[in-house]
């Protein structure tokens, strides 16, 4: 579980103006700041952008060069993307501390008061004005856009309390702050953008241009430094809305983000990403990927909408879900998931995939075709090279082996019996993977085996009436 405590500033830090002059701290803006630690970490070699996977030659280069430009972004592309884990990985290129004015609203730092409080503040206490320090992970803002967003949610209003306490309309100190200016001395992020109203966008335009704020008939200029960065949707695809031009053509980059490339990227990005209460073997792990990847593919699924990562990592933990079960129902010892428990898991995903019209009602038919292919393809890249004449041999010979959700991996070891070449069969499919040995991991390889050499019509396989059991045999 990610701890999300801020935690506590060292003691040694400069707790005045004073002191913070006499330390010889250096004003630097937020863009400043992301430049100079990005440039520090790519001298390093050091990711800037941990956790987000497959987009080191494509997506990494264009953001690293906005955020030295000192741009503002918006990323475009599909769901599932990692568009939102891309944009709050930016808050770790900022510095670990950085002083503000204490009990400023905006965050103000010391040495550049903003508002008239933190003006009034400096001029009354001068050196002895107190400095608090915010830890980077409070620097950083985020809205989801949604249709009932107001000016006041994203920039300000009249506050009626500090009103009714005997302020006069015009007052600079009447004003509520909203989310972007309370981010000042950070990053602000927008999700969806193009959800917001046309006329909410407006309200930022000041800020990404002229880099201030306007409030209703307040005369305020109040010059904000923060980096503000926003995700949406292909315009196409979603039809609520749009980026209206004028701020389309404030922000500095448009980047387009995708979903990973390659195999190896989408197998990585489902094992960080999912909570797998059971062992996964990897090859179940690949079909899971390669699924997701089909399914991208297939014509019969709406391509603007896309299929989200969620849609990977929801199948695995939804695999793993079933060999939990299947151990809690038969007292198995370990759970570990086999590839007969994956047929259950299409119901489920059904609903995370967009379909074209003319597939109406047959969308479970279409995962489960993809899915067979994805379970073939995965067969052929290990197996496709490996010597499996004496299993086929035991099928014509007339044996069968029975499988099914509620079948443990002993009794799938105990009905193939000893056999020449298992190991082969595991290494092929597991390679080095700890607990290849493992009796449960065993049966998964043989069962991916025999369903491998089922899809390539070699072994016949037949559903058991009345159950979820099917029974492999000869071709």
Sequence with gaps: MTDHRVPDAPADL??????????????????????????????????PF????????????????????GHD??????RGQGKTRLLRTLVGLLDEWTPVIEGSELHEHPYEPVSVWARRTVTQHGDDTPVAWMHRSERYGEKLATPDTSVGDLIGDVDPVKVAEG??????????YGLVPRTNRGIFAINELPDLAERIQVSLLNVLEERDIQVRGYALRLPLDLLLVASANPEDYTNRGRIITPLKDRFGAEIRTHYPLRLADEITLVRQEADLRALVPAHLLEVVARFTRLVRESPAVDARSGVSARFAVAAAESLAAGALRRAAITGEATAVARVGDLPAVVPTLRGKVEFEVSEEGREEEVLGHLLRRAVAETFRAHLGGVDLAALITRFDEGDTVEVGDLVTSEEVLSRVGALEGLGRIVAALEGDESGAESPGVVASCIETALEGLYLTRRISKDAVPGGSRSVYGGA
């Excluded at 941990?50 to 430009?69: D, K, S």
């Excluded at 302020?167 to 509520?176: F, I, N, Y």
């Design 14 to 47: 400069p707790r005045t103006l004073g002191a913070l002059r006499s330390s010889g701290h250096e004003y630097s803006t937020v863009k400043d700041e992301l430049r100079a630690n990005l440039l520090a970490r790519l001298r390093a070699g050091v990711d």
């Design 50 to 69: 941990p956790g987000v996977v497959g987009i080191e030659e494509t997506v990494r280069p264009q953001l690293e060069r906005a955020l030295l430009a």
């Design 73 to 78: 972004l918006v990323l475009l592309g599909e």
């Design 167 to 176: 302020r006069t309309l015009g007052d600079p100190e009447t004003v509520h």
